[in-house]
């Protein structure tokens, strides 16, 4: 047995880590407070063949140990941590970057990195078991269901959730919930032969992680229906959805959800939640609304914001992500759910070696396990709760109201201009634009959304809205500006000059 038992994968000398992480933090400090300089750019094409860590991959190969009948090396943690910071660390997706706009990407808080740091240390599972991380998930919990508006419904409402990876999971923990209330929980034993088919609802605009859950509960993607939506405000037509469960109840087919989209990925529409709630109802089927990131609308002053999620606290569970429109470090998502009781008997399952003690570490009221799919997890509570403990709800919805603002600043600008047009009315935080026809023949957005990108001129994404190919601003990032704006704009404009000429 070695000496170095016990303590092997530890700092030989601890002083010297100190100081190495105290250089290392001033340098994240720098990053995050110059994020301007730090745009999206594409990966050294090397990178995998110098971050190899089988073979001769290590760039600094005088500083590998070779270790003996192996073909890996090892290096002192202080060169690794060099590497990091010169051949990794700037190559990001970019959205840390003011005039990042592309799909929905939160851009990351200042604060939450105290909470990394911390949680990294404590390194708690937080699976169950007596410990305070538990407290801190469900006073962020408790915050969530707050701001959806379920304590407003009735007082004897007992609401909660669980932390998730992000939106995706928390729709897969929701229709699960889904189908245990309207198909009954023998489903957990049985599986769904047996089962009549069933069918949830979405508007046609809704996000790919719908159909993705339903294969995933074993449904196959085919038992989600799109309902068309209305040209003008890109809700669902709450008519065609009636005519749609009227027709599958008769056909012996289970409604087993209606979803609410509260904030598209196509151009921020917002389905209308109380219309949607009342055909829940008369259909005894279970309302659940993906808000991944318009649920943050909540927290505006602004009436025309909050609005667009008006009746959300009718739904049965709601989706959301605190790593999209609060810029929680990444991943941070959650789900929240009226009923209590009845998630934690969709999900509850320990056997003998999980069980609960009355006290010691055994103990405690609440294993979040039994309302997830997870048994080990992180400590996300902790960057969400300091983030919102630091900044306060207030300065989220402040900036929810700045960046649609900020969206319809950008509709403007592209309204006045000669060479794009808007290709969507800007609802929320979205600007959807194409370029005019006799451009559009010639050129196409993703070579203008790449060149953009590659030149470090901004990011957008692309999206298309029927027949038309857009360029797509999704803003949510608090650092943005109107200058940002009008430079990406601007931007657009003389990259198609450009591209013309060069016709
Ligand atoms: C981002 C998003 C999702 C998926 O969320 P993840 O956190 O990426 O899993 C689902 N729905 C909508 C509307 C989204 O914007």
Same mark, same amino acid.
């Given at each position: 047995?070695?000496?170095?038992?016990?303590?092997?994968?530890?700092?030989?000398?601890? +002083?010297?880590?100190?100081?190495?992480?105290?250089?290392?933090?001033?340098?994240?400090?720098?990053?995050?407070?110059?994020? &301007?300089?730090?745009?999206?750019?594409?990966?050294?094409?090397?990178?995998?063949?110098?971050?190899?860590?089988?073979?001769?991959?290590?760039?600094? +190969?005088?500083?590998?140990?070779?270790?003996?009948?192996?073909?890996?090396?090892?290096?002192?943690?202080?060169?690794?941590?060099?590497?990091?910071?010169?051949?990794?660390?700037?190559?990001?997706?970019?959205?840390?970057?003011?005039?990042?706009?592309?799909?929905?990407?939160?851009?990351?808080?200042?604060?939450?990195?105290?909470?990394?740091?911390?949680?990294?240390?404590?390194?708690?599972?937080?699976?169950?078991?007596?410990?305070?991380?538990?407290?801190?998930?469900?006073?962020?919990?408790?915050?969530?269901?707050?701001?959806?508006?379920?304590?407003?419904?009735?007082?004897?409402?007992?609401?909660?959730?669980?932390?998730?990876?992000?939106?995706?999971?928390?729709?897969?923990?929701?229709?699960?919930?889904?189908?245990?209330?309207?198909?009954?929980?023998?489903?957990?034993?049985?599986?769904?032969?047996?089962?009549?088919?069933?069918?949830?609802?979405?508007?046609?605009?809704?996000?790919?992680?719908?159909?993705?859950?339903?294969?995933?509960?074993?449904?196959?993607?085919?038992?989600?229906?799109?309902?068309?939506?209305?040209?003008?405000?890109?809700?669902?037509?709450?008519?065609?959805?009636?005519?749609?469960? &009227?027709?599958?109840?008769?056909?012996?087919?289970?409604?087993?959800?209606?979803?609410?989209?509260?904030?598209?990925?196509?151009?921020?529409?917002?389905?209308?939640?109380?219309?949607?709630?009342?055909?829940? &109802?008369?259909?005894?089927?279970?309302?659940?609304?993906?808000?991944?990131?318009?649920?943050?609308?909540?927290?505006?002053?602004?009436?025309?914001?909050?609005?667009?999620?008006?009746?959300?606290?009718?739904?049965?569970?709601?989706?959301?992500?605190?790593?999209?429109?609060?810029?929680?470090?990444?991943?941070?998502?959650?789900?929240?759910?009226?009923?209590?009781?009845?998630?934690?008997?969709?999900?509850?399952?320990?056997?003998?070696?999980?069980?609960?003690?009355?006290?010691?570490?055994?103990?405690?009221?609440?294993?979040?396990?039994?309302?997830?799919?997870?048994?080990?997890?992180?400590?996300?509570?902790?960057?969400?709760?300091?983030?919102?403990?630091?900044?306060?709800?207030?300065?989220?919805?402040?900036?929810?109201?700045?960046?649609?603002?900020?969206?319809?600043?950008?509709?403007?600008?592209?309204?006045?201009?000669?060479?794009?047009?808007?290709?969507?009315?800007?609802?929320?935080?979205?600007?959807?634009?194409?370029?005019?026809?006799?451009?559009?023949?010639?050129?196409?957005?993703?070579?203008?959304?790449?060149?953009?990108?590659?030149?470090?001129?901004?990011?957008?994404?692309?999206?298309?809205?029927?027949?038309?190919?857009?360029?797509?601003?999704?803003?949510?990032?608090?650092?943005?500006?109107?200058?940002?704006?009008?430079?990406?704009?601007?931007?657009?404009?003389?990259?198609?000059?450009?591209?013309?000429?060069?016709?």
């Amino acid at each position: 047995m070695s000496s170095e038992m016990g303590h092997r994968l530890d700092p030989i000398d601890w +002083e010297e880590y100190r100081q190495q992480l105290h250089g290392l933090l001033d340098h994240c400090v720098d990053t995050m407070r110059n994020c &301007r300089n730090l745009p999206w750019r594409p990966p050294p094409e090397d990178l995998f063949e110098k971050s190899r860590l089988r073979g001769d991959g290590y760039v600094e +190969e005088s500083l590998c140990v070779r270790l003996e009948d192996d073909d890996e090396c090892s290096s002192p943690l202080k060169s690794v941590q060099e590497m990091i910071l010169q051949n990794i660390m700037p190559y990001s997706t970019g959205n840390t970057h003011p005039q990042f706009m592309g799909w929905v990407h939160g851009a990351g808080i200042p604060s939450a990195l105290v909470a990394d740091i911390v949680a990294s240390v404590m390194n708690c599972n937080c699976g169950g078991r007596n410990q305070g991380a538990a407290d801190i998930e469900k006073a962020c919990i408790e915050w969530l269901c707050w701001k959806a508006g379920y304590y407003d419904i009735h007082e004897s409402i007992d609401p909660f959730g669980v932390l998730t990876g992000g939106t995706s999971q928390a729709t897969i923990l929701a229709l699960m919930a889904a189908r245990t209330r309207v198909c009954g929980y023998s489903v957990r034993q049985e599986g769904i032969q047996g089962m009549k088919p069933v069918r949830v609802y979405v508007s046609e605009a809704a996000h790919s992680c719908i159909y993705r859950a339903m294969e995933c509960l074993g449904h196959g993607s085919n038992s989600v229906k799109k309902i068309s939506v209305c040209t003008k405000t890109g809700r669902m037509k709450s008519n065609m959805l009636e005519v749609r469960l &009227r027709q599958d109840v008769e056909a012996g087919i289970v409604p087993m959800a209606i979803i609410g989209t509260a904030g598209t990925v196509t151009i921020g529409a917002y389905d209308d939640l109380i219309g949607l709630s009342s055909l829940a &109802r008369k259909y005894n089927t279970w309302f659940h609304v993906d808000a991944a990131f318009g649920f943050w609308t909540r927290l505006s002053a602004e009436n025309d914001i909050r609005r667009l999620t008006d009746g959300i606290h009718l739904s049965d569970s709601i989706a959301l992500d605190a790593h999209k429109w609060p810029g929680v470090q990444y991943d941070c998502g959650a789900l929240i759910v009226q009923d209590k009781k009845h998630l934690r008997a969709t999900l509850a399952s320990r056997p003998a070696y999980l069980t609960s003690a009355p006290d010691g570490l055994a103990g405690g009221d609440t294993w979040f396990t039994d309302y997830s799919l997870d048994l080990s997890r992180n400590f996300r509570a902790l960057k969400l709760w300091t983030v919102i403990k630091a900044a306060g709800s207030r300065a989220i919805g402040s900036t929810v109201t700045d960046n649609c603002r900020l969206a319809a600043y950008m509709g403007e600008l592209v309204a006045s201009s000669s060479c794009i047009e808007l290709a969507a009315p800007v609802q929320s935080n979205i600007c959807c634009f194409s370029l005019i026809s006799q451009y559009e023949s010639v050129l196409n957005v993703t070579q203008i959304a790449s060149a953009l990108q590659m030149r470090q001129l901004g990011v957008f994404s692309t999206v298309s809205l029927g027949e038309r190919q857009c360029l797509r601003a999704a803003i949510v990032n608090h650092r943005t500006t109107m200058k940002d704006v009008e430079d990406m704009i601007f931007a657009v404009e003389s990259c198609l000059e450009e591209f013309i000429k060069a016709q």
